[in-house]
């Protein structure tokens, strides 16, 4: 079983930057496949970015491509996602996810742990 908390969102306005970080538990983290996903209010939840276990590979939602980063620190269990110019379309809940096992991927049906979410609120 992995818990994961997520920390960092919050209100911010448009342009500015925010750091998520997503801390989980349990000693096999580092095997984990790593995702961020978003949903805003009456809309789907969707993908946003996602890392492997080793950092080798990561993907992007084409929205968030050149804006947003993510990261793993598997010393210290911990996947952030870094958020620059942000945008108003950018407000919603974030979730973060893990996934045991296999590649990368942006299907959320594929991942086995979810985060209870942070908001991020972005002001235009």
């Known amino acids: 079983q992995v818990q994961l908390v997520e920390n960092g969102g919050g209100l911010v306005q448009a342009g500015g930057s925010l750091r998520l970080s997503c801390a989980a538990s349990?000693?096999?983290?580092?095997?984990?496949?790593m995702g961020w996903f978003r949903q805003a209010p009456g809309k789907e939840r969707e993908f946003v970015a996602g890392?492997?276990?080793?950092?080798?590979?990561?993907a992007y939602a084409d929205s968030v491509k050149g804006r947003f980063t993510i990261s793993r620190d598997n010393a210290k269990n911990t996947v952030y996602l870094q958020m620059n110019r942000l945008k108003a379309e950018d407000t919603a809940g974030y979730y973060c996810?893990?996934?045991?096992?296999?590649?990368?991927?942006?299907?959320?049906?594929?991942?086995?742990?979810w985060g209870q979410g942070t908001q991020v609120t972005v002001s235009s």
């Open positions: 890392i492997s276990w080793s950092s080798g590979s990561t």
């Open positions: 349990g000693r096999t983290f580092s095997s984990y496949t």
């Open positions: 996810a893990a996934r045991s096992g296999g590649r990368l991927t942006i299907r959320q049906r594929e991942y086995d742990y």
